[in-house]
């Protein structure tokens, strides 16, 4: 991928189901790019890893550099089992990472 992108990974096992969340941002050239992520069949050899597409679909505005925000969630049981995230670009390629899991919904009160 290419260092116009960010990409981070959680897993809440506080909720039930549990649910893992996978947030990232990159930089489309055109006002109205569409970015879409979707899930594609993981490779059996790698169960741990959830395997994500990211496809932009380019538009036909004048070109200027916009940031896009996209999320993929999805809940049960099954999100256990991973550990890393793989998202894929047909024109940048793979970036995979690790995923974090989060065990609690506490949050410190903060000073103030």
Sequence with gaps: MTEDITLRG????????????VEGSLIVYRDDDVVEISRIEAD??????LSLRLRVIEGSFPMKGV????????????VRNYNRVSVQ????????IAVRVL???YRPKQKG
């Design 67 to 78: 940031v896009r925000h996209w999320i993929y969630e999805e809940g049960g049981e099954h």
């Design 89 to 96: 670009d047909l024109k940048s390629g793979t970036r995979t």
């Design 103 to 105: 065990k609690s919904n």
């Design 44 to 49: 059996a050899s790698e169960p741990s890893v």
């Design 10 to 21: 959680s897993i809440n096992l506080a909720k039930e189901p549990p649910v893992i969340r």
